[in-house]
Nanobody, 121 residues
Framework: QVQLVESGGGLVQPGGSLRLSCSDSGSTLPYGIGWFRQAPGKERLGVSCINRASRLTYYTDAVKGRFTISVDSAKNTVFLQMNDLEPEDTAVYYC???????????????WGQGTEVTVSA
């Protein structure tokens, strides 16, 4: 069954970097992996995704050029490298299995605990 665990969050200053990891510990089915974030008082929104078969990616405009998504198939892990972080990036970040292509990403009805990212001076 699908088991996704997020890690790598923390507290960083503006301009800093973090790398988030999404570990898939059990799924035997192919699927895309998306990263979502939910800022305090706001709805959960998609950030980026990668299609594991094609390796094609999608980024929302807010993070394009700053974030990079990648997959290590041997380790069943998807990464989100976040550079040049801004206070607006502060949120709890989640990963989930979703449809994914360069035009956009789907949503999920199931969520894990997430990992918290705080960008503050």
């Amino acid at each position: 069954q699908v088991q996704l665990v997020e890690s790598g969050g923390g507290l960083v200053q503006p301009g800093g970097s973090l790398r988030l990891s999404c570990s898939d510990s059990g799924s035997t089915l192919p699927y895309g992996i998306g990263w979502f974030r939910q800022a305090p008082g706001k709805e959960r929104l998609g950030v980026s995704c990668i299609n594991r078969a094609s390796r094609l990616t999608y980024y929302t405009d807010a993070v394009k050029g700053r974030f990079t998504i990648s997959v290590d198939s041997a380790k069943n892990t998807v990464f989100l490298q976040m550079n040049d972080l801004e206070p607006e990036d502060t949120a709890v970040y989640y990963c989930a299995a979703v449809p994914c292509d360069p035009q956009g990403m789907g949503n999920s009805q199931t969520w894990g605990q997430g990992t918290e990212v705080t960008v503050s001076a």
